[in-house]
Nanobody, 123 residues
Framework: VQLQACGGGLVQAGGSLRLSCSAS????????MGWFRQAPGKEREFVAG????????IYTDSVKGRFAISRDNAKNTVYLQMNSLKPGDTAVYYC?????????????????WGQGTLVTVSS
């Protein structure tokens, strides 16, 4: 499985972006998906996760109420809608496919990773 993330770019603080992550082939209907990010000089961190059906979502505290993860299994695509963006959201964002059906916050459960898309939020 190959994951292709896109949708990043430069946006002013308070603006919005929607990231997309497309799979090269149909992923297992039982796999959760997640988004992670890595800011310059910092470790990669979990951002959001969604279960295989799209009914359960989890978020890191700093993005709750601003970001929304969703998926369209018919299109093999996962989305991350990012609103009210802040300069602190600047990072390379990665999508990943989990080995489990429920999302997890730790990276060791994610076995396939996209190449990353850069999000830059200016103040």
């Amino acid at each position: 499985v190959q994951l292709q993330a896109c949708g990043g770019g430069l946006v002013q603080a308070g603006g919005s972006l929607r990231l997309s992550c497309s799979a090269s082939k149909r992923t297992s209907s039982n796999n959760a998906m997640g988004w992670f990010r890595q800011a310059p000089g910092k470790e990669r961190e979990f951002v959001a996760g969604i279960d295989w059906r799209g009914s359960t979502t989890i978020y890191t505290d700093s993005v709750k109420g601003r970001f929304a993860i969703s998926r369209d299994n018919a299109k093999n695509t996962v989305y991350l809608q990012m609103n009210s963006l802040k300069p602190g959201d600047t990072a390379v964002y990665y999508c990943a496919s989990n080995r489990l059906s429920q999302p997890t916050t730790t990276s060791e459960f994610y076995r396939y990773w996209g190449q990353g898309t850069l999000v830059t939020v200016s103040s």
